[in-house]
């Protein structure tokens, strides 16, 4: 697969970014999820198709990571799972937290678990290339050696840190324990704000920072609270309210958003559980369910072009196409949008819309399983107008299907998540308070 192709996401999303006190986590419970734990009542029809994605996830993750590094691949191609070289770093903190997952699950034991977070973690804190502790974006699998020119990711450091963490939590190991925190302190959170309070998006060896700052309301706000949770280098409290919060409306529904794909409002929630709270600005978690409620109603506008659109049809984010790699989706609309559906753009949104979501994904399964799913769960997307369907699962968007529906279950990630010191302190500095 051309480097171009899997280079796209953040290439195209950063152009498009470019143009444009108490503790706050309820006590332990003795099942180790979370005390508010379920959305939804779940049908066991329901519940039977997210234990299937759940369990077909985590196989992507134990299967497409390198034994050696733990390092897990941006993608597999399901006709040919050796032709992606690409290791990712971010498909590597959703494997880490799938790690967590599996083990609650007893999709693989305790010391099988245990072995594979201990062999990434060694990796990543004695082997693999860093700067100032953030990592590169793409890096070979066996190796940890760049590649493709990939620029040092301050997102995908953050998603890989999330994971970290809630492995250091879920385990509670010392090896782990010790080894999760020397991997966190050495980030530098203090250069990316040497001279702005808006952090660079990347850093290049051969050009320096990367022209694009994280400056609109988008999956940043994992990274922002990351750094003001540290204590090594901690990012100063300024830095939560230099980025803008765009209010959109559609419909007379308002909601903070940007000019971006749909994953923008699930990524932060994967970890971070932001429901019963809020800071000066906002309470995000119902802003991501206004935002997923109105990515439908514009799916639904959407159907008077491409019919396959429906209420038990939607769902578009950035993911492959008929054509490579595209970010699209809206409202307002972006991208050459062409009927094609993906199905973590609704998974993704899980908690947010629980019976609206599901209906989605049942209907997937059920009317085109035969092409969309796989040992590892859905493809990436499909259009059934032009009868096109991918042929790739790509490790983010699996991970934050599998994430998204374990929180909907049980909220275990959140949980575990959210016992984090650093987690707490980011909360506790970006003025976030309970509602």
């Not at 997210?50 to 993750?61: R, S, V």
């Not at 004695?126 to 997102?155: K, L, V």
């Not at 991501?288 to 990515?295: G, I, K, L, P």
Request: a negative charge; proline letters at 5%.
């Amino acid at each position: 697969m051309p480097a171009s192709r899997l280079l796209s996401r953040r290439a195209l999303f950063e152009t498009i970014l470019g143009a444009g006190a108490a503790s706050l986590v309820s006590p332990a419970p003795t099942s180790q999820v979370s005390p508010e734990f379920s959305l939804t009542q779940l049908s066991p029809e329901d519940d039977s198709l997210l234990e299937q994605m759940e369990k077909g996830a985590f196989q992507y993750f134990w299967d497409q990571a390198d034994s050696q590094t733990g390092l897990v691949k941006d993608r597999c191609n399901l006709q040919d799972e050796n032709r992606t070289t690409a290791g990712s770093i971010a498909a590597t903190g959703f494997g880490l937290t799938a790690m967590c997952i599996g083990h609650q699950r007893g999709y693989i034991s305790l010391a099988d678990a245990r072995q594979r977070v201990l062999t990434t973690l060694r990796f990543l804190w004695t082997q693999m290339p860093n700067h100032r502790g953030f990592f590169y974006h793409f890096a070979n699998p066996r190796t940890g050696e760049r590649i493709w020119e990939s620029e040092i990711s301050s997102i995908d450091t953050a998603i890989l840190l999330c994971g970290i963490l809630t492995c250091r939590q879920h385990f509670r190991r010392s090896e782990i324990s010790a080894l999760a925190l020397d991997i966190f302190n050495r980030v530098e959170w203090t250069w990316l704000t040497e001279d702005t309070s808006l952090l660079p998006q990347g850093w290049a060896p051969e050009i320096g920072f990367l022209p694009y700052r994280w400056d609109l309301y988008s999956e940043l706000m994992m990274m922002y609270l990351l750094g003001l949770g540290s204590l090594a280098h901690p990012l100063p409290p300024q830095t939560w309210d230099a980025w803008k919060r765009v209010v959109f409306d559609y419909e007379g529904l308002r909601y903070i958003g940007s000019f971006a794909p749909l994953f923008v409002h699930q990524y932060s929630q994967a970890w971070f559980d932001f429901r019963g709270k809020r800071d000066k600005y906002a309470d995000y978690f119902k802003n991501s369910m206004t935002a997923t409620e109105v990515h439908r109603r514009f799916c639904l506008e959407l159907s008077k072009r491409f019919p396959d659109y429906s209420d038990d049809l939607w769902g578009i984010t950035a993911s492959d196409s008929e054509y490579g790699y595209v970010a699209w989706g809206g409202p307002p609309e972006m991208g050459p949008i062409d009927g094609t559906v993906v199905p973590s753009a609704s998974a993704g949104s899980l908690p947010f819309m629980p019976e609206g979501t599901l209906r989605v994904l049942k209907n997937i399964k059920n009317r085109y399983g035969d092409r969309t799913w796989t040992k590892y769960g859905f493809v990436n997307a499909f259009n059934p107008l032009t009868n096109w369907y991918d042929t790739d699962v790509i490790g983010i968007d699996t991970g934050i299907s599998m994430l998204m529906a374990e929180n909907l279950r049980t909220g275990f990630v959140w949980y575990t998540f959210m016992q984090s010191p650093e987690a707490q302190r980011g909360l506790r500095r970006a003025g976030f308070h309970s509602i």
